[in-house]
């Protein structure tokens, strides 16, 4: 197959097809006009056999298999860390390249981790396999990075207020479930978390390491590090789970060797891609995730100096975890990769 009509007629599969992220690849793909040739729709063999609308028809789902890779140019994987460590190589060896949301291959030096605003350039070392980063870490970096550029960051201390979304479709089903149960005196069933999430909040149930920070902390320090291409940047998180459907918001602080302006902050953060300042300082109307919700850009707000060192920034944000966090940053890395011609691994033009 030539370069040119693999970018214009596109063979795509999402892996996940069923789930929250999955949903809205499939929406993203159809609203943003991706060139595509025929989308393959791939999940559990618990989903096989169901049907989903694409461009005004229904396709089915498949259970995913070494054959269903076959004759596709491109995967979107959602599906999390296991089933991408099962598939990704099958589907690279076929001739694929996968764009990978879950964490399983994002610290591996030879897979780019690509936020097309950040560091487009990452996506061209591709060897099949990209991986797009932790939703946290891709909010957090879309603020940080204008101002970054200007003046190198020396230290982020974060604290993350985190959606049900981030642990999937059933999770957000069962926080109204769980609000449903407290409102009529029961108690709330919980699976897919620990604790009842609706009227509550927890630290971020994800497994802590010895010095006590829990694995989504760690993917903000150590992707935002390979992000920036910047391992000694000195970074400390506290992530929260709190009863909100979708959309996440997080307290950022900034300290640079020298002070910012706040003026000069948010003129960085109005003009920058993919992220809209949102501050009204009379109606003490900041970014918040029902705003958010739905929403492409990162809404930044509540930039102030801090009181407590000169030069730092205190700012807050809120982002569509499920698009900006997930989908669209995968989507846009694909529009990347066929705007650039990389989507092109070479063993397509023979596997054909
Ligand atoms: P299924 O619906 O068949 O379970 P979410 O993050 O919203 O929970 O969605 C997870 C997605 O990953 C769903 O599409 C789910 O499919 C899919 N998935 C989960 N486990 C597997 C697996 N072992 N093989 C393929 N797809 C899987």
Redesign the pocket.
């Known amino acids: 197959m030539e370069e040119t009509s693999l970018s214009s007629q596109i063979n795509v599969a999402i892996?996940?097809?069923?789930?929250?992220?999955?949903t809205e690849l499939r929406d993203l793909l159809q609203s943003r006009n991706f060139p595509i040739a025929n989308l393959k729709l791939?999940?559990?063999?618990?989903?096989a056999g169901r049907t989903l609308s694409f461009q005004g028809e229904e396709l089915l789902v498949e259970?995913?298999s070494e054959n269903a890779f076959n004759n596709v140019d491109l995967v979107l994987a959602?599906?999390?860390g296991?089933?991408s460590k099962?598939w990704a190589a099958t589907a690279v060896e076929k001739g694929a390249v996968v764009i990978d949301n879950s964490s399983a291959f994002r610290l591996e030096p030879q897979v780019p981790l690509v936020i097309p605003e950040v560091n487009p350039e990452a996506a061209a070392t591709h060897q099949g396999i990209i991986a797009n980063p932790n939703c946290t870490t891709i909010l957090m970096a879309m603020a940080v990075w204008p101002l970054h550029q200007l003046q190198p960051v020396q230290r982020i201390v974060a604290a993350t207020y985190q959606s049900a979304s981030g642990a999937?479709?059933?999770?957000m089903e069962e926080v109204k479930i769980q609000a449903q149960a407290i409102l009529q005196g029961e108690d709330p069933p919980t699976e897919s978390f620990p604790y009842p999430l609706a009227f509550n909040l927890f630290p971020h149930n994800s497994p802590l390491n010895e010095q006590g920070y829990c694995e989504e902390e760690m993917k903000m320090v150590n992707e935002t590090r390979k992000i920036f291409r910047a391992p000694q940047l000195r970074i400390s998180a506290t992530c929260v789970r709190v009863p909100v459907l979708r959309a996440h918001s997080e307290a950022i602080n900034l300290e640079f060797n020298e002070p910012m302006l706040v003026a000069k902050a948010k003129e960085l953060l109005a003009n920058a891609p993919g992220v809209r300042l949102v501050e009204d300082w009379q109606a003490n109307y900041f970014p918040m995730p029902i705003d958010a919700s739905g929403r492409d850009e990162v809404l930044v707000g509540r930039i102030r100096q801090d009181l407590s060192h000169p030069s730092s920034l205190e700012l807050w944000l809120s982002g569509d975890q499920i698009r900006k966090g997930a989908a669209l940053n995968a989507v846009q890395i694909a529009e990347l990769l066929v705007a650039k011609n990389w989507l092109k691994p070479p063993a397509v033009a023979v596997s054909h």
Do not use: E, F, K, Y
């Open positions: 892996l996940g097809a069923t789930g929250a992220v999955g791939l999940a559990s063999p618990r989903s259970a995913v959602s599906a999390g296991s089933t099962a999937g479709a059933r999770a």
